[in-house]
Structure formats: structure tokens, C-alpha cells
């Protein structure tokens, strides 16, 4: 049984991310060798992958991007540098 089909809500959610989960949990605690991600770092990447496909790039705009700028205004007359 793939992970994403123990709970009924998550039917919801978009198919690339249901079968993204299932790869990961299924890789990731796989008892077989063979079956396993060769290196954390490639679990990382596959879960780096994702949060991206979940979450999406930030984007900024509007009322944001004023306060953002506003804000970096203030750190800099103090002298520390907002990242944004």
C-alpha cells in the first residue's frame, strides 16, 4: 500500500505530490539495499524537491514588497543589512 493512500484527504492533493511523498517515505525506509537512496544527500534532494512542488517559489508583491523595501530602508540606517 503506498503511503498516500492511508488517509482519505489525502486523495485531494495533487497526483505529483502524492506519488513525490510515496517515492520518498518508500525510498527512504526501504528495508531492501538495493531500494534505498544511495546517499542521504539524494533523500535530501529528493525531499529539497518536494517542498518545492508543496510550497512553490515565494513570490512577493504588493503590500509585501513595500514593506519588505521599507524595512531594509530602516536596517540600513542602522547599519545592518536586510536580505529580501
Partial sequence: MA???????FRKVPTV???????VVKRGLSLS??????TSQAWI???DRLWFLMNGPQQRGG?????SKWISSI?????VRVTR
Fill in 17 to 23: 505530490i502524492r506519488e513525490g511523498v510515496d517515492t
Fill in 3 to 9: 503511503p498516500s493512500d492511508l488517509h482519505p484527504d
Fill in 45 to 47: 534532494d529528493d525531499l
Fill in 63 to 67: 503590500l509585501n514588497d513595500r514593506v
Fill in 75 to 79: 536596517g540600513r540606517w542602522f547599519g
Fill in 33 to 38: 539495499v538495493a531500494g534505498r537512496y544511495p
